[in-house]
């Protein structure tokens, strides 16, 4: 064979390697992309557009009357709250009647009395941002010794008016302190003093 013929030959089957060679390190088909990016679009969040607060106003008088349950020393009392305007009317110009009347009864009752020698009422006023101009405070002091007797049967009772409030107003918060005195023994003359705390709030009409 010739020289020339061998060279040909050679040539020829290093360029069939090289094109498998090439071919060898192509990708698979299975490993290929598609085309398409698989990266995530970012998403434009605008700020959040903040909610209204609704602050509702808390009125115990809502259904008419309320009652609470007190205890001062062993005396156990019996507060009712009233008003004989209605709901709707509670405006902050009006003059606004609150009743209440007080009862009271011993866990170890011998026969004692219970008085009531003295109430009084502080006036809290309330607005859309906070505290308002309060009104005067409101009492009773008893006209009889050693006071009003609230033993059961027995029961006090009083009316306060509330006068014109701040117009800004949304509820009044009633603050009564009830001084008891309350009779060492059932003859005895001699008495225990104690006292009794209560919060009545009441919203006001627009």
């Known amino acids: 064979m010739r020289r020339s013929s061998v060279k040909s030959i050679a040539t020829a089957a290093l360029g069939a390697a090289l094109?498998?060679?090439l071919s060898g390190c192509g990708t698979a088909p299975w490993a290929a992309g598609t085309g398409t990016s698989t990266s995530a679009t970012p998403t434009k969040t605008g700020t959040p557009t903040p909610q209204a607060t609704i602050t509702?106003?808390?009125?115990?008088?809502?259904?008419?009357?309320?009652?609470?349950?007190?205890?001062?020393?062993?005396?156990?009392?019996?507060a009712n709250y009233w008003s004989t305007l209605s709901m709707d009317q509670w405006t902050a110009s009006?003059?606004?009647?609150i009743s209440f009347s007080l009862i009271g009864a011993l866990g170890t009752d011998q026969g004692q009395g219970?008085?009531?020698?003295r109430v009084s009422v502080v006036v809290a006023v309330s607005g859309p941002t906070g505290s308002l101009d309060?009104?005067?405070?409101?009492?009773?002091?008893?006209?009889?010794s050693p006071g009003y007797d609230i033993k059961s049967p027995y029961s006090y009772s009083q009316t306060f008016i509330l006068p014109a409030i701040d117009p800004a107003a949304t509820?009044?918060?009633?603050s009564?302190?009830?001084?008891?005195?309350?009779?060492t023994t059932p003859t005895s003359s001699t008495y225990a003093k104690q006292t009794a705390s209560d919060q009545l709030t009441i919203a006001i009409a627009e």
């Open 94 to 97: 009006a003059n606004k009647p």
């Open 56 to 78: 509702s106003v808390v009125n115990e008088l809502a259904t008419g009357s309320a009652q609470h349950q007190l205890v001062a020393g062993d005396a156990a009392l019996t």
């Open 134 to 144: 309060a009104l005067a405070p409101l009492s009773d002091q008893a006209s009889v």
């Open 171 to 174: 509820s009044v918060t009633l």
């Open 176 to 183: 009564f302190t009830y001084e008891l005195l309350i009779q």
């Open 19 to 21: 094109v498998l060679s």
């Open 114 to 117: 219970v008085y009531l020698s």
